[in-house]
């Protein structure tokens, strides 16, 4: 199954909240406050347990930019690690480089961040990664390459960031433009909204 290229607000729509990051979509979403499709504005019946649990699946795919292949490794992994598998989950998905360049503010979205990951403008301790799945660790120095830094869609989205890093476990330095792993990603950091034991319920099946 291929990436999904479509419009982003359409999924966002159908979770009701942006979980792209993206400005734009924010108001799309409060001005079309209802499903996608012709009967968005319909009443729909409560979805089973079954369909709670695949949509909550399905909104971390979308929210991490994953395919389902990737996703059920991530969780395989999750799964040999010790301590809660729902939460191993999300402490590798936040590690995925892609989404660190995304959480120093880098880029202005996950998939802006994949994508200048993936063309070389990134560095994990001095040496070129262009692996978006990438998975970072403790005191690892995330930086923008020398050849990169004039580009003006990292310059754009770092003036964005005002203060503290919303993500405690990064620290930023803009002037060098790079961003340091201060410790792994714990319960605290990630999204409240995300019910990941329904995901790990619904694998457990």
Same mark, same amino acid.
């Given at each position: 199954?291929?990436?999904?290229?479509?419009?982003?607000?359409?999924?966002?729509?159908?979770?009701?909240?942006?979980?792209?990051?993206?400005? %734009?979509?924010?108001?799309?979403?409060?001005?079309?406050?209802?499903?996608?499709?012709?009967?968005?504005?319909?009443?729909?019946?409560?979805?089973?347990?079954?369909?709670?649990?695949?949509?909550?699946?399905?909104?971390?795919?979308? &929210?991490?930019?994953?395919?389902?292949?990737?996703?059920?490794?991530?969780?395989?992994?999750?799964?040999?690690?010790?301590?809660? &598998?729902?939460?191993?989950?999300?402490?590798?998905?936040?590690?995925?480089?892609?989404?660190?360049?995304?959480?120093?503010?880098?880029?202005?979205?996950?998939?802006?961040?994949?994508?200048?990951?993936?063309? %070389?403008?990134?560095?994990?301790?001095?040496?070129?990664?262009?692996?978006?799945?990438?998975?970072?660790?403790?005191?690892?120095?995330?930086?923008?390459?020398? %050849?990169?830094?004039?580009?003006?869609?990292?310059?754009?989205?770092?003036?964005?960031?005002?203060?503290?890093?919303?993500?405690?476990?990064?620290?930023?330095?803009?002037?060098?433009?790079?961003?340091?792993? &201060?410790?792994?990603?714990?319960?605290?950091?990630?999204?409240?909204?995300?019910?990941?034991?329904?995901?790990?319920?619904?694998?457990? %099946?």
């Amino acid at each position: 199954m291929a990436r999904y290229t479509g419009p982003r607000a359409k999924i966002a729509r159908k979770f009701g909240e942006n979980i792209f990051g993206n400005p %734009k979509i924010t108001k799309i979403v409060e001005r079309k406050n209802y499903l996608p499709g012709q009967h968005g504005q319909s009443r729909r019946r409560r979805p089973s347990n079954y369909g709670l649990q695949l949509r909550e699946k399905q909104k971390i795919k979308h &929210t991490y930019g994953l395919m389902e292949r990737q996703f059920r490794k991530f969780f395989r992994d999750a799964d040999k690690m010790s301590g809660e &598998t729902g939460l191993k989950l999300l402490e590798l998905l936040e590690r995925r480089l892609d989404n660190v360049v995304y959480r120093l503010g880098f880029a202005p979205t996950r998939a802006a961040a994949r994508q200048l990951v993936t063309h %070389k403008h990134f560095m994990v301790n001095d040496r070129s990664v262009n692996i978006p799945s990438y998975l970072v660790k403790e005191n690892d120095l995330v930086s923008v390459r020398q %050849k990169s830094r004039k580009l003006a869609v990292v310059h754009d989205s770092v003036k964005q960031v005002r203060g503290d890093l919303d993500s405690s476990w990064l620290s930023l330095d803009k002037a060098s433009l790079s961003g340091t792993v &201060t410790k792994l990603p714990e319960k605290e950091d990630f999204d409240p909204t995300i019910k990941v034991q329904m995901v790990v319920e619904l694998y457990s %099946k």
